[in-house]
């Protein structure tokens, strides 16, 4: 019988275990069990692509679900409210409420709705009265402020009244950052901070021991090791690698993984996270900041700095610094230190050396 494979490299779907993540998932728990205004029912969770932000959202519904209560789940693209309203409130239709560029009540162009804001709150508060409402908020850095505030405002005022409501939202550093700044919004700044960061090579070795072995299979002695090391501590870069290395046992007939087919499931896995992470990743930006991301591939070492980046681009760091903010806004790269700079995508570096020829403006 051919056995399933463990590994989820989708975006957002639960791996078999979430590595590292316990103590935050045991928390979180604990503030539900300790009722109203336990300070780990309001999370806000930053940290760069891939390392596993929405999966722990996704983590977090589980234990709330479990213990009875509405999850609410929504990204943060336009109409995130109307979204959560319709999804306390089911399939009835809101007659009151038009269509987006508005929402509830708030305008977010020329049109203005028609329905109350305190709508939403008063779902809401239907919702935590049966047994406790957890709203969950994915990609915070899509999210208009004025949604931001709609919801904010709703949550602030059933944290007041007591009510058994819990909330995390998630995105990139600076766009957390961003959102616990806006106006009327700095309660959020009370919200217990969780910032995601790669994973430790020990821990990863012993998550693909574990789940190998929970799954029916077996590693050949310095297979996982072999695999954490291509992981680069990057959650989703686990799950590709661990996929496509079970696939590469499984197509052979074998429970046990041999070295060849690690080998053969890394090349995959890089490829595949060419084409679902980093490419993407550089489609969004402008040419110069793909300019900058080239000469920082061009310098040496991992850790650079702006002035090895500005040489290598014939500017000076004045000149090239607002590419280097952007680029570290949009958790491409992070900083190192004063001045320093490192990619702060796997496998990016590698990428660019590769295409660089392709990816420089023609002449």
């Given at each position: 019988?051919?056995?399933?494979?463990?590994?989820?490299?989708?975006?957002?779907?639960?791996?078999?275990?979430?590595?590292?993540?316990?103590?935050?998932?045991?928390?979180?728990?604990?503030?539900?069990?300790n009722g109203s205004g336990a300070p780990d029912r309001l999370l806000r969770v930053s940290g760069m692509?891939?390392?596993?932000?929405?999966?722990?959202?996704?983590?977090?519904?589980?234990?709330?679900?479990?213990?009875?209560?509405?999850?609410?789940?929504?990204?943060?693209?336009?109409?995130?409210?109307?979204?959560?309203?319709?999804?306390?409130?089911?399939?009835?239709?809101?007659?009151?409420?038009?269509?987006?560029?508005?929402?509830?009540?708030?305008?977010?162009?020329?049109?203005?709705?028609?329905?109350?804001?305190?709508?939403?709150?008063?779902?809401?508060?239907?919702?935590?009265?049966?047994?406790?409402?957890?709203?969950?908020?994915?990609?915070?850095?899509?999210?208009?402020?004025?949604?931001?505030?709609?919801?904010?405002?709703?949550?602030?005022?059933?944290?007041?009244?007591?009510?058994?409501?819990?909330?995390?939202?998630?995105?990139?550093?600076?766009?957390?950052?961003?959102?616990?700044?806006?106006?009327?919004?700095?309660?959020?700044?009370?919200?217990?901070?969780?910032?995601?960061?790669?994973?430790?090579?020990?821990?990863?070795?012993?998550?693909?021991?574990?789940?190998?072995?929970?799954?029916?299979?077996?590693?050949?002695?310095?297979?996982?090791?072999?695999?954490?090391?291509?992981?680069?501590?990057?959650?989703?870069?686990?799950?590709?690698v661990g996929y496509y290395t079970w696939q590469a046992s499984a197509r052979r007939g074998s429970s046990?993984?041999?070295?060849?087919?690690?080998?053969?499931?890394?090349?995959?896995?890089?490829?595949?996270?060419?084409?679902?992470?980093?490419?993407?990743?550089?489609?969004?930006?402008?040419?110069?900041?793909?300019?900058?991301?080239?000469?920082?591939?061009?310098?040496?070492?991992?850790?650079?700095?702006?002035?090895?980046?500005?040489?290598?681009?014939?500017?000076?760091?004045?000149?090239?610094?607002?590419?280097?903010?952007?680029?570290?806004?949009?958790?491409?790269?992070?900083?190192?230190?004063?001045?320093?700079?490192?990619?702060?995508?796997?496998?990016?570096?590698?990428?660019?050396?590769?295409?660089?020829?392709?990816?420089?403006?023609?002449?």
């Amino acid at each position: 019988m051919r056995r399933v494979n463990p590994f989820k490299p989708t975006a957002g779907m639960n791996p078999p275990e979430l590595i590292g993540r316990d103590m935050i998932l045991d928390d979180f728990a604990e503030a539900l069990e300790n009722g109203s205004g336990a300070p780990d029912r309001l999370l806000r969770v930053s940290g760069m692509r891939g390392v596993g932000k929405t999966v722990l959202l996704n983590a977090l519904g589980d234990i709330a679900r479990s213990r009875g209560m509405t999850v609410v789940d929504v990204a943060s693209n336009p109409g995130f409210c109307e979204r959560i309203l319709h999804s306390l409130e089911g399939r009835r239709k809101v007659e009151s409420l038009t269509i987006a560029p508005s929402i509830l009540g708030v305008s977010l162009g020329s049109a203005e709705l028609t329905a109350p804001s305190t709508e939403l709150g008063e779902a809401m508060l239907a919702a935590s009265r049966r047994g406790g409402l957890l709203v969950t908020l994915d990609e915070v850095q899509d999210a208009r402020t004025d949604e931001l505030r709609v919801l904010g405002n709703e949550i602030q005022l059933l944290i007041r009244q007591g009510a058994n409501v819990a909330f995390a939202f998630a995105g990139l550093p600076a766009a957390i950052d961003g959102v616990v700044g806006i106006e009327a919004l700095t309660f959020l700044q009370r919200a217990r901070h969780v910032g995601l960061a790669r994973l430790g090579a020990d821990e990863v070795e012993a998550s693909y021991e574990e789940t190998i072995r929970h799954s029916g299979g077996s590693a050949s002695p310095g297979v996982p090791r072999l695999l954490a090391a291509a992981a680069a501590g990057y959650p989703f870069m686990v799950q590709l690698v661990g996929y496509y290395t079970w696939q590469a046992s499984a197509r052979r007939g074998s429970s046990v993984i041999e070295p060849e087919d690690a080998c053969r499931g890394i090349a995959v896995a890089r490829k595949s996270f060419d084409g679902m992470v980093i490419e993407p990743a550089l489609r969004r930006l402008p040419q110069r900041q793909i300019e900058y991301l080239l000469a920082m591939a061009a310098c040496e070492g991992e850790v650079v700095s702006s002035s090895e980046v500005a040489a290598h681009m014939g500017r000076t760091v004045r000149e090239v610094g607002s590419y280097r903010k952007r680029l570290i806004d949009a958790a491409i790269i992070e900083q190192a230190g004063y001045g320093r700079a490192a990619f702060a995508i796997p496998y990016m570096r590698d990428y660019l050396r590769e295409r660089r020829d392709e990816l420089r403006p023609a002449d």
